[in-house]
């Protein structure tokens, strides 16, 4: 039997077993999926343990999305652009990195969510990892622009100058924010997962119809979408498609296979 795993620290509350079992199940593979820790500082003994253990694949999970990219003999364009992998496949020659964040987000707004991004405004929130991760996707999908936030400016500069041969892109601090407005914003940021704490951005970022999505899920409305639902947001989601998504797009990666996901949702969010 194929061995699959999601490694983090910690790892104990990660759902992606339960997608791919569902996954497996559903279209017939015959595969184990089970999550592993691995101890920080760890992370290239464990994953080649595992690969000697018959491992094939690996979901990559914080904080090790930067070890999994530097562990890989190859890399995929969208892993190389974003520096981090969030998926890596055993081949013959080593391990291939693959970071699949970008085409869940795109494909939970534009499939499940029926928000184009092309020809839109978009604003992404943050410059972290999480922003570099979604980004190639993004452009691919030919939006109007994308505009860059991000609490220390300078970062932002940089990863509009990482990204300028993609498409449009500009960095703006939170204060240059005022008086525009997009069609879709994207929270790649932690601010309010420690609570409900003063959000960073100023009023009037939704257009009429725009779109608020938060790459966090939770089982309670986000403080980012409590935020921006009070400030003009007339639809909204959290991450949880992109969580079901991307994983979709690692089994694919791994299997050959693209799996439906729609029976995933009420499995993992029922009914309130």
């Not at 969030?86 to 693959?98: E, K």
């Not at 992404?124 to 220390?152: Q, W």
Request: glycine content about 10%; charged content about 20%; hydrophobic content about 45%.
């Amino acid at each position: 039997m194929d061995k699959y795993a999601v490694i983090g620290n910690p790892v104990a509350h990660s759902k992606s077993p339960q997608i791919h079992e569902a996954f497996a199940h559903a279209t017939g593979q015959h595969m184990s999926y089970v999550r592993l820790w691995a101890p920080i500082g760890g992370f290239a003994d464990a994953v080649e343990t595992f690969a000697r253990d018959g491992g094939r694949g690996l979901n990559v999970t914080v904080p090790f999305k930067l070890d999994a990219f530097a562990v890989a003999h190859t890399a995929s364009d969208r892993a190389q652009a974003a520096g981090a992998c969030n998926t890596l496949r055993r081949d013959a020659d080593g391990w291939y990195a693959d970071n699949t964040d970008g085409a869940g987000i795109v494909r939970d707004l534009t499939v499940n969510l029926d928000v184009p991004l092309a020809g839109r405004d978009v604003l992404v929130l943050g410059a972290g990892g999480a922003a570099r991760g979604i980004l190639v996707p993004v452009f691919a999908e030919r939006p109007c622009s994308v505009t860059l936030c991000n609490r220390t400016a300078e970062k932002a500069q940089a990863l509009a100058l990482h990204f300028a041969a993609r498409g449009p892109i500009v960095a703006l601090t939170s204060g240059a924010l005022a008086g525009r407005s997009f069609d879709v914003v994207i929270n790649a940021t932690s601010a309010g997962l420690a609570g409900d704490v003063a959000l960073p951005w100023p009023a009037g970022l939704f257009r009429p119809g725009s779109f608020a999505y938060d790459m966090v899920y939770a089982d309670a409305p986000t403080a980012f979408l409590r935020w921006a639902r009070a400030h003009g947001a007339p639809r909204s989601s959290d991450g949880l498609g992109m969580l079901i998504e991307q994983a979709a797009e690692s089994f694919f990666l791994w299997r050959g296979v693209r799996p439906e996901t729609a029976h995933i949702f009420p499995m993992l969010r029922p009914a309130r």
